[in-house]
């Protein structure tokens, strides 16, 4: 089984890029052949600003190392060191119906929003499509959010593969359905362009004034709370374990639990889950080098492969 994903640098990963795409990617990794990899060009269409590009970059490559990507299981690249992939995508755009990407959800939002796209977003899921089938994929782990660029993607190869002969696999997508999408502090799902997220790797005052911001009602201690409607809770079970869950469950539907407590206990359980990944950043962050290596090395590995499906895609429509 071969396993994909891209992971776009557009800010600092929070708990919701954690809960919803790398713990799945950690998981991944022992299960099949993984591909991971940097979204930097897709990055392009929201990041203008090349020392921030860098920079995130940086970070996103730190953050899955130090979290437990390892690149002996993994292959772990940039998507801008593998040229086959745009490559490939102006391929794939030749077969790839306007409709289709009229209706997809982040081209939609934005002309929803008055805004005016630019042609990279419009064109987002065929980079994407570019960036599965060039390795062969054939699951795709993603947040929720993402499915409809995976069904997208099937679609495209499923209608180049009629055109020119089985040149394609057909990837699925693979979501975890216990986590759903991860509340924000202000309990609207968790996102960098909310400004509501947690970073996975805040701590000390930084986590503890975050955590702090995390919107709760006015209700007096004693009054009894439904949890679900909680943000706090919310948050708490997707890292206590099920036991200590329950717990809060009773305590808060039973009225006494003081938010505070509720959240004190959330930053020990931060503390205690990403306590050794924070070390081993800060570790790796002084070995800048090795993280460059660790990429191109990645980016060696993944071209073998791209090139192998490139040059047959342009066999298939008669580019050879
Ligand atoms: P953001 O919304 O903060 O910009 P991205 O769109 O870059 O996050 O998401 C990266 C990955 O993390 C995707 O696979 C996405 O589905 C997942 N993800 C992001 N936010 C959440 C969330 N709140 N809950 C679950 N998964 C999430
Ligand atoms: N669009 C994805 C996101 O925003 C990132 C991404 C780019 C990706 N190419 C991909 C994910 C290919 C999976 C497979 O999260």
Same mark, same amino acid.
């Given at each position: 089984?071969?396993?994909?994903?891209?992971?776009?640098?557009?800010?600092?990963?929070?708990?919701?890029?954690?809960?919803?795409?790398? $713990?799945?990617?950690?998981?991944? $990794?022992?299960?099949?052949?993984?591909?991971?990899?940097?979204?930097?060009?897709?990055?392009?269409?929201?990041?203008?600003? /090349?020392?921030?590009?860098?920079?995130?970059?940086?970070?996103?490559?730190?953050?899955?190392?130090?979290?437990?990507?390892?690149?002996?299981? +993994?292959?772990?690249? *940039? $998507?801008?060191?593998?040229?086959?992939?745009?490559?490939?995508?102006?391929?794939?755009?030749?077969?790839?119906?306007?409709?289709?990407?009229?209706?997809?959800?982040?081209?939609?939002?934005?002309?929803?929003?008055?805004?005016?796209?630019?042609?990279?977003?419009?064109?987002?899921?065929?980079?994407?499509? +570019?960036?599965?089938?060039?390795?062969?994929?054939?699951?795709?782990?993603?947040?929720?959010?993402?499915?409809?660029?995976?069904?997208?993607?099937?679609?495209?190869?499923?209608?180049?593969?009629?055109?020119?002969?089985?040149?394609?696999?057909?990837?699925?997508? *693979?979501?975890?359905?216990?986590?759903?999408?991860?509340?924000?502090?202000?309990? $609207?799902?968790?996102?960098?362009?909310?400004?509501?997220?947690?970073?996975?790797?805040? &701590?000390?005052?930084?986590?503890? &004034?975050?955590?702090?911001?995390?919107?709760?009602?006015?209700?007096?201690?004693? +009054?009894?709370?439904? /949890?679900? +409607?909680?943000?706090?809770?919310?948050?708490?079970?997707?890292?206590?374990?099920?036991?200590?869950?329950?717990?809060?469950?009773?305590?808060?539907?039973?009225?006494?639990?003081?938010?505070?407590?509720?959240?004190?206990?959330?930053?020990?359980?931060?503390?205690?889950?990403?306590?050794?990944? *924070?070390?081993?950043?800060? &570790?790796?962050?002084?070995?800048?080098?090795?993280?460059?290596?660790?990429?191109?090395?990645?980016?060696?590995?993944?071209?073998?492969?791209?090139?192998?499906?490139?040059?047959?895609?342009? *066999?298939?429509?008669?580019?050879?």
């Amino acid at each position: 089984m071969r396993i994909l994903s891209g992971i776009q640098p557009s800010g600092k990963l929070h708990l919701g890029n954690y809960l919803g795409a790398i $713990q799945q990617h950690l998981d991944l $990794q022992d299960k099949g052949e993984a591909y991971y990899f940097i979204a930097d060009l897709h990055a392009l269409t929201t990041v203008k600003d /090349p020392r921030l590009l860098r920079e995130h970059i940086r970070d996103v490559a730190l953050d899955y190392l130090a979290l437990g990507l390892d690149p002996a299981r +993994a292959t772990f690249y *940039r $998507q801008a060191d593998l040229p086959e992939v745009p490559e490939l995508s102006w391929l794939l755009t030749t077969v790839t119906p306007m409709g289709l990407l009229e209706r997809c959800h982040s081209y939609k939002d934005k002309i929803a929003k008055g805004l005016s796209p630019d042609h990279g977003l419009f064109a987002y899921p065929v980079l994407m499509a +570019a960036d599965i089938l060039i390795v062969d994929a054939n699951v795709v782990p993603v947040g929720r959010d993402q499915k409809q660029h995976v069904e997208v993607t099937r679609d495209i190869a499923l209608k180049f593969n009629n055109l020119y002969g089985e040149v394609f696999v057909i990837p699925e997508d *693979r979501i975890l359905p216990e986590v759903g999408a991860v509340p924000g502090v202000d309990g $609207q799902k968790m996102s960098k362009s909310y400004g509501n997220d947690i970073g996975i790797f805040l &701590e000390g005052k930084a986590l503890r &004034e975050r955590v702090m911001a995390i919107v709760t009602d006015s209700a007096p201690v004693e +009054a009894p709370k439904n /949890p679900d +409607a909680n943000n706090v809770f919310n948050l708490l079970k997707l890292f206590a374990a099920p036991e200590e869950t329950a717990e809060w469950r009773e305590r808060f539907t039973r009225g006494g639990v003081k938010y505070s407590e509720c959240k004190k206990r959330l930053i020990a359980l931060l503390d205690e889950r990403f306590g050794p990944a *924070r070390e081993r950043r800060r &570790e790796l962050a002084s070995r800048p080098d090795d993280v460059q290596d660790v990429l191109r090395e990645g980016a060696r590995r993944a071209r073998a492969v791209a090139s192998a499906t490139l040059a047959r895609a342009r *066999r298939a429509c008669g580019l050879d």
